[in-house]
């Protein structure tokens, strides 16, 4: 059970800054960003991300109804007024997730793809992606556990979840893949916080 429609309880536009890394403005996905996304989705690098071979048509049809769903929250965030991830948050009782655990109020799931690096990676920056998702989805007073299912197979995401909070408590097999389902709180998120200003909601929007 999960309170009704929490993905509108979320503020957007959203603001955070990471010291060393800067600025990151987190906002809601607009129909015109999927031509961006689309390309992202696809790329070899995001194999995990499941879109492989789609059509800019397909990955519209997917993106318009996330946009259009009361229980998803997919964004587009910028660092620096640059384009940085792209974020899909969701309420796991609506979502195939909820077959496999028991869902408590205040959970929230999530995903997030970081963009192709313009130049030289930046060392540093996919935490603090992952620390900014945090941040914004723990704005919610309601929001008091976050629960991810990274593929088994995705090395990479692992220790980047450890080391933001989560706690990795067994695996599942969902319809489409064999997946680890952690969980972090938000005192575990607090003890693992990058140094960083105070988030908070932002007007400021990008073209």
Same mark, same amino acid.
């Given at each position: 059970?999960?309170?009704?429609? *929490? ?8 603001? @955070?800054?990471? +010291? &060393?890394? &800067? ?8 129909? $015109?960003?999927?031509? !961006? ?12 991300? &499941? ?19 009361? @229980?998803?929250? *997919? ?5 620096? &007024?640059?384009?940085?991830?792209? !974020? ?17 109020? #205040? ?8 963009? *192709?690096?313009? #130049?030289?990676?930046? @060392?540093?920056? +996919? ?6 998702? !945090?941040?914004? !989805?723990?704005?919610?007073?309601? +929001? ?10 995705? $090395?990479?995401? @692992? ?7 989560? $706690? ?12 680890? /389902? ?21 007007? $400021? +929007? /990008?073209?």
């Amino acid at each position: 059970m999960s309170c009704p429609d *929490p993905q509108r309880a979320l503020a957007a536009p959203f603001q @955070h800054t990471v +010291t &060393g890394i &800067g600025r990151f403005l987190i906002q809601p996905l607009r129909r $015109e960003d999927i031509p !961006l996304i689309h390309a992202w989705v696809t790329a070899p690098r995001a194999s995990f991300w &499941g879109m492989q071979g789609q059509t800019l048509e397909q990955v519209a049809a997917v993106y318009h109804a996330q946009i259009d769903s009361p @229980h998803q929250a *997919p964004c587009l965030a910028y660092c620096n &007024g640059e384009p940085a991830f792209l !974020l899909e948050s969701y309420d796991p009782a609506h979502d195939e997730l909820a077959t496999h655990y028991q869902v408590l109020p #205040g959970d929230r799931g999530m995903h997030f793809l970081v963009a *192709p690096a313009p #130049g030289k990676p930046v @060392h540093g920056f +996919t935490r603090a992606v992952m620390d900014s998702i !945090l941040a914004w !989805l723990f704005s919610d007073p309601l +929001t008091t556990r976050i629960v991810v299912e990274p593929d088994v197979c995705n $090395e990479k995401i @692992h220790p980047l979840n450890r080391a933001a909070g989560f $706690e990795y408590l067994r695996t599942l097999e969902l319809s489409y893949k064999t997946a680890w /389902f952690a969980v972090c709180t938000r005192q575990a998120y607090l003890r693992h916080a990058l140094p960083q200003t105070l988030p908070q909601p932002c007007t $400021e +929007t /990008f073209a």
